[in-house]
């Protein structure tokens, strides 16, 4: 049953943000959903007024309103175009907040949140298990790319191009690191991010090879859990609190200048996020605030503050860039990874629209396949026309979903992170 005290907190928590949303339609323009379906209710505007009688709305038509509030990449486009600055991430969700504190999380989420999710080890075993017999469910259809299809009809599946389990995730390669300080004077924490860990641990290790060529001292905790944004988007702000505390200890013990990560959601989550909504003790609360300060995207630490330069007489193919929406929109990192791409010594031809969204979401991608999958469409043949032989991006979720199309479209071209092009070209010289 649902807390109507901490509903009313929260509903009126949530008129208060409102205020400012002057409906000018700015974010009708921007938003990749409404762009697809044309739909008043698919676009900001539509769900703030939505959001703006919330109390009568659930009262009247609860279904109807989870759905809507549910039809939403959370790519931050529409806030980062805001002329007012309205704070529409953080309305959206706690407006989905208030919808699970209404309904309360379906059986299938409470497994994956508060059984599976919330107990790093436990799901380390699940996915470890998982990676061992895949194999009978999934095919091979693209080796460049890496991905596979089901080998049977599956309704949550369906026709997905998917980048399969890693036989052997990152935090049984490196299971966990305390280097002091080399030749760079600094050492820093690594959040390595479940897709890296599981599915993209030779993104994690080129960034640990790149640490170390660089004399930079890695903190990596064992036992890392999610950073908490599956659950926080998903309403369940309790195991997205639990989420937090975990993985705060973890850091707490260690000594570094510098909280780094290779994965763009997991970034925007530990500094924008965490500060703004954990619930939780206040102690906790005011380490998060200290801890985000550290919090640096490994492109904008190896520019900013390491100021790499180019690596001399490299091979790097032709390269595009996507920028992942929460570096862009949420963070403002747009020059540095293509300073990485120069600094690897590859030629860029920068691709139309390439800080529009790839459609993934996360869950949006599972619940809403058809109009994430017409995104993600778009922006493959924004690749394509690029004419290079590369996408590099820097979040592995936009991995995922730009694997799946240009696996579907037979595209012949590679994704990377940039990271693995500037490990790859360090590796290169090396060699010669």
Not at 11 to 28: N, T
Not at 134 to 162: E, W, Y
Not at 297 to 313: A, G, W
Not at 380 to 388: D, V
Request: charged share 20%.
């Amino acid at each position: 049953m649902a807390d109507l005290h901490k509903l009313a907190e929260m509903l009126k928590e949530l008129d208060d943000l409102l205020v400012g949303c002057m409906r000018c339609g700015m974010c009708q323009a921007v938003c990749p959903v409404f762009g697809q379906t044309g739909l008043e209710t698919d676009v900001t505007r539509g769900k703030l007024a939505l959001l703006d009688g919330l109390a009568k709305e659930m009262l009247k038509d609860p279904e109807g309103v989870n759905e809507k509030l549910n039809r939403c990449l959370l790519c931050g486009t529409c806030e980062a175009n805001c002329p007012s600055g309205v704070k529409i991430m953080d309305i959206f969700l706690k407006g989905r907040a208030i919808m699970t504190g209404y309904f309360g999380l379906t059986p299938v989420k409470q497994v994956i949140f508060r059984g599976m999710l919330s107990n790093p080890k436990l799901f380390n075993a699940l996915t470890g298990m998982g990676s061992k017999f895949q194999g009978l469910l999934t095919k091979k259809v693209d080796d460049m790319l890496g991905s596979s299809c089901a080998r049977f009809n599956s309704p949550v599946i369906g026709d997905r191009h998917f980048s399969t389990l890693a036989k052997k995730p990152l935090h049984k390669i490196v299971p966990e690191m305390n280097t002091p300080a080399g030749k760079s004077g600094l050492k820093v924490a690594f959040y390595t991010g479940c897709v890296i860990d599981k599915i993209y641990p030779h993104v994690g290790e080129a960034v640990l090879d790149v640490l170390n060529r660089k004399g930079v001292g890695v903190y990596m905790p064992a036992n890392q859990a999610c950073c908490g944004i599956p659950a926080l988007s998903s309403g369940d702000t309790e195991t997205f609190d639990k989420l937090v505390v975990h993985n705060m200890k973890l850091f707490a013990e260690g000594d570094f200048d510098y909280l780094i990560t290779a994965c763009a959601t997991c970034t925007a989550t530990l500094k924008e996020l965490w500060p703004r909504m954990f619930s939780g003790d206040s102690a906790v609360k005011y380490d998060i605030g200290k801890l985000e300060k550290k919090v640096m995207d490994i492109s904008q630490f190896l520019v900013d503050v390491l100021h790499v330069e180019p690596i001399e007489k490299t091979s790097c193919e032709s390269v595009t860039y996507h920028d992942p929406c929460h570096l862009k929109n949420s963070l403002g990192i747009i020059s540095q990874p293509r300073a990485m791409i120069a600094a690897a010594g590859c030629e860029f031809k920068e691709m139309t629209e390439a800080g529009v969204c790839c459609g993934c979401g996360g869950s949006f991608n599972i619940a809403h396949y058809d109009i994430s999958k017409k995104i993600g469409v778009r922006k493959a043949e924004n690749i394509m026309n690029s004419g290079a032989q590369t996408l590099a991006t820097s979040c592995p979720a936009c991995m995922l979903q730009i694997t799946d199309m240009l696996s579907q479209k037979k595209a012949g071209i590679e994704v990377k992170h940039v990271i693995e092009l500037y490990a790859d070209q360090l590796s290169g010289q090396d060699s010669k």
